[in-house]
């Protein structure tokens, strides 16, 4: 069963860092991974997708790895603002998307 | 707007009461999915249909009922539902069910389950 895993759960910072959320899961054998964002009380809308053939994709300030042997990914935020304040949620796509919890972000200003 | 659309947004209802739970979409997709997403919790899925026909069933209680119709309209149908079930439940689509590294799933903006 592909389990996800997210690290860390919650992060707080100052306006301006660039930072890293992690990703990983259990099974190697997926088509894609999506990195999703969630503000509070509303559905998801999808940062980037990385197909499994792929390495990294790149929208804006946000770069997206994949190393699928390892099991793992990582979202890079460049110059992180207050607008950026959200869940980022990392899945991963076989039958359906599998989630992992989430990291909470906080970006102050 | 996402092109995913669920009504309600919002639904409160009791353990003895039969409510439903729609989804629709005009972006042309095949497959549709209902995921459930709790407190503290990751989204788990719940049901998949492609072509109208259920593929995944994660191990559901039956007092969750999907329906398929057809291709944009997805159904969750409700009944004797318990308070841990209260729960935001987020329909979404995509072009393909599987076999693709480039499907994309659209969620809409989930309806809010409170069961007193």
């Known amino acids: 069963k592909q389990e996800v895993t997210q690290i860390p759960a919650a992060l707080s910072v100052p306006e301006g860092e660039n930072l890293v959320l992690n990703c990983s899961f259990t099974d190697s054998a997926i088509y894609n991974l999506q990195w999703f964002r969630q503000d509070p009380g509303k559905g998801l809308t999808s940062l980037l997708l990385?197909?499994?053939?792929?390495r990294e994709q790149t929208s804006g300030r946000l770069n997206a790895s994949l190393d699928k042997s390892s099991g793992r990914s990582t979202l890079y935020i460049a110059a992180s603002q207050p607008g950026d304040s959200a869940t980022y949620l990392c899945?991963?796509?076989?039958?359906?998307?599998?989630f992992g919890a989430g990291t909470i972000l906080r970006v102050k200003s | 707007e996402t092109g995913v659309t669920q009504t309600p947004r919002h639904l409160v209802m009791g353990m003895t009461n039969k409510k439903s739970l729609k989804c629709e979409q005009h972006l042309g997709h095949n497959a549709m999915y209902w995921y459930k997403q709790s407190a503290k919790k990751p989204l788990e899925l719940m049901f998949v249909?492609?072509?109208?026909?259920?593929?995944e069933n994660n191990s559901v209680p039956s007092r969750f009922s999907p329906e398929c119709p057809n291709s944009s309209h997805l159904f969750l149908h409700l009944h004797t539902l318990q308070p841990e079930d209260s729960a935001l439940y987020l329909c979404a689509s995509s072009q393909l069910l599987s076999g693709s590294g480039a499907n994309v799933l659209t969620f809409g903006a989930g309806s809010r389950l409170t069961v007193l």
């Open positions: 249909y492609s072509l109208e026909e259920r593929v």
């Open positions: 990385i197909q499994s053939s792929q």
């Open positions: 899945a991963v796509f076989t039958r359906g998307l599998v």
